[in-house]
């Protein structure tokens, strides 16, 4: 096999270049896009605006720019230790695949803790909703006061502002909560819109059912937590299960580059290797997808 370090040491080196710098500095500069140009175009959306639809509803803070060099930072890793074990690049091409894999699970660990942020501040936007619409009943003025709140946070004073921004614009209130909810994918929104859009159609007071809703929402994320800490323990070990196969790999191959030579010196030995690697990775990935599924099921 022919010697790729160089080429490959320099695209690793211009992926953490690009991670480390601002994506202003490397992206052509424009004006943020106006939320009613948004709200216009959803239907004539690229994969690229699809993409990052799918990063701000993670919550993880990564931009389309952050993320494809990420992919390609871990796919480029992931190449190079392939290709020195299997010993033939063209068997450890796949392996530049797993980048999305090892940034799939970043945006996962990342997006977690920033979404239970956002929805216990968003909690706390609800509430001061309801205090406002006891003294007005505007919408857009309760809302106002929420991105005016200096208690929040910037995540949640953005969101709403683009709610301002939209029902300024005259755009009906059920399209922006729709608008609202589709844009940050959490349970949460989609119920106050929900309590939102029935409570236009029935009437009543708004300021009550925003407290109750409030309350409900906090009962459900307590019921959560709990749920989640009696599962803490099986994520535990699903995460160790997934991480020591290649922790012990990466161990015998630093301690005798050799190790694995018996296993590839003949092509089927090499496939064996590729097929013993991807059962691993895809495997830990299966076992991560179920237990997810098991926490948020109850099961």
């Not at 530049?96 to 090892?102: D, E």
């Amino acid at each position: 096999m022919g010697d790729i370090s160089l080429p490959v040491a320099t695209g690793i080196g211009v992926a953490i270049l690009l991670l480390v710098i601002p994506p202003k500095l490397y992206t052509r500069g424009r004006s943020g896009k106006h939320a009613i140009v948004g709200v216009l175009q959803q239907d004539r959306k690229t994969v690229w605006n699809r993409l990052e639809e799918r990063l701000a509803k993670s919550h993880s803070g990564l931009g389309v720019n952050q993320y494809v060099t990420l992919c390609f930072f871990f796919g480029a890793v992931s190449f190079v230790f392939s290709s020195q074990i299997l010993q033939s690049w063209w068997l450890a091409a796949p392996a530049l695949f797993a980048g999305i894999l090892f940034t799939e699970r970043v945006v996962s660990v990342w997006g977690a803790k920033r979404r239970d942020k956002f929805e216990a501040g968003n909690i706390k936007a609800i509430r001061l909703m309801a205090s406002s619409l006891r003294t007005s009943p505007s919408y857009l003025h309760a809302f106002e006061q929420v991105v005016a709140s200096p208690f929040l946070e910037g995540s949640i004073t953005t969101e709403y502002k683009r709610i301002v921004e939209l029902l300024r614009a005259q755009v009906p209130l059920e399209h922006v909560m729709n608008d609202f909810s589709q844009r940050t994918g959490s349970a949460d929104v989609n119920y106050l819109a929900t309590i939102v859009q029935i409570q236009r159609e029935m009437g009543g007071d708004m300021a009550k059912t925003l407290d109750l809703a409030a309350s409900a929402i906090l009962r459900r994320r307590q019921s959560f937590r709990r749920q989640k800490a009696a599962m803490a323990q099986i994520v535990a070990q699903v995460n160790l299960l997934s991480v020591m196969p290649f922790v012990f790999i990466v161990a015998l191959f630093a301690n005798n580059p050799h190790h694995f030579d018996s296993l590839t010196a003949t092509l089927g030995g090499r496939l064996l290797m590729w097929v013993c690697l991807a059962s691993i990775l895809l495997g830990g990935e299966a076992i991560r997808y179920i237990a997810h599924k098991s926490i948020h099921r109850g099961g």
